[in-house]
């Protein structure tokens, strides 16, 4: 289940094409994610330049909350969003679902059938 804060940081991650943790700040308690932009060949390797200028802070346990919950996975420094965290909405919806059926329409159906069958034989 997401906290508001969690939520709040989900969301800001997802503006990001590719969310990458650049630094940690205040005694590993924060980190500073920026945004991995493009590839480009710089002497004959492959590097990915970085906007610095867009960035957030974030608290270092609402991150690894949302991965140990698998929203994310952290693959070295980048950030990934598995299919929970892009479609957190319909994860709970289908949870809720589940939910009121285990708690409302199996016990409206278990006494519905036991009436039934108490007025069919009892009559």
Do not use: W
């Not at 906290?3 to 650049?22: A, N």
């Amino acid at each position: 289940m997401l906290t508001y804060q969690t939520y709040k940081l989900l969301k800001s991650l997802r503006k990001f094409k590719i969310p990458y943790i650049y630094e940690s700040l205040d005694d590993n308690l924060k980190c500073r994610i920026i945004e991995k932009e493009e590839l480009h060949l710089k002497n004959n390797d492959l590097v990915f330049s970085y906007n610095k200028d867009n960035f957030l802070i974030a608290r270092v346990d609402e991150i690894k909350y949302l991965e140990s919950e698998s929203y994310i996975t952290i693959n070295k420094r980048n950030i990934e969003f598995t299919h929970k965290g892009y479609r957190h909405f319909q994860i709970s919806l289908i949870d809720l679902g589940k939910f009121l059926g285990r708690s409302v329409i199996t016990p409206v159906a278990v006494s519905f059938i036991t009436a039934l069958l108490t007025v069919l034989f009892f009559k």
